[in-house]
């Protein structure tokens, strides 16, 4: 009974949300939080695993969460998730493009085109098409927020990252045009640029590299923000859950760091 309490007096009571790359990292964490704060959840994921895991979380709060499992690169995931939403809870009112990958590490001359193709299926063409299919649902409820997961890489490239930094960019800049063209019809579009945070991405370069590699480069990324540590999950959640609230009203377009000072790092930890 309190949990449901708590969630009646929540930002988001009534509201609808999808999230992708919901099993785990910043997807899972802005579920939960959106979750106990009212909204009803439909997570999207590779991990089938990963979501009926977090189903039970959600529940465990007093929640609601429906799951779809599949890759953002196959654009019908993503249409299923945004009718799963309609059909389910009754509309969409916002949208958390969280889902990606790292890619490869390697110079810009090495990377394969293959290897293109696939971090520009998951990072930015899914996130173009997120909003493309959330337009209408959103606009048939008055309106509704969107809020894009791009990194602090997208501002600020990392040696041999090239890939995953030109994605992250371009999540950058069509936060910009959405939030131009979708503006009249009440949707809010911004964008989240994560600092180094505690997610799989750093776990995938953990296996690839061995482990001194993987301790200098992870002392090399903490050493880049002031504050000297890895961000949260949680702390990239409480953004978005700002940026999905009524709170941000005002704020569309915007490409907000949570990322510990990076942006004004020297580079030396104090």
Partial sequence: MENQKTRDRGRFVDRVVVITG???GIGR???????????????VDLSSEGLATLVSEVAAIGGRCEAVAGSVADLGVID???????????????????AGIGGPMKRLD??????FDAIVAVNLKSVWYGMKAAYAPMRARGG????????MAGIRPNRNHSPYGMTK???????????MDFASAGIRVNCL????????????????LDVAAYQVARQRVQQRTVMNRFGTPEEQAAAVAFLLSDEAAFVTGIAMPVDGGWSVSDGLAR
């Fill in 144 to 151: 509704g927020a969107v809020v894009n997961v791009s990194s």
């Fill in 110 to 115: 090495a990377v394969e085109s293959d290897e």
């Fill in 193 to 208: 640029c994560p600092g180094p945070v505690e997610t799989p991405i750093f776990q995938q370069m953990e296996r690839n």
């Fill in 22 to 24: 919901a099993a785990s």
């Fill in 169 to 179: 960019a371009g999540v950058i800049s069509l936060t910009q045009y959405a939030a």
């Fill in 80 to 98: 299923a998730a945004i009718s799963l939403a309609v059909e389910t809870f009754g509309g969409l009112d916002g949208l958390v493009n969280n």
């Fill in 29 to 43: 964490a802005c579920a939960i939080r959106l979750a106990g704060e009212g909204a009803d959840i439909v997570g």
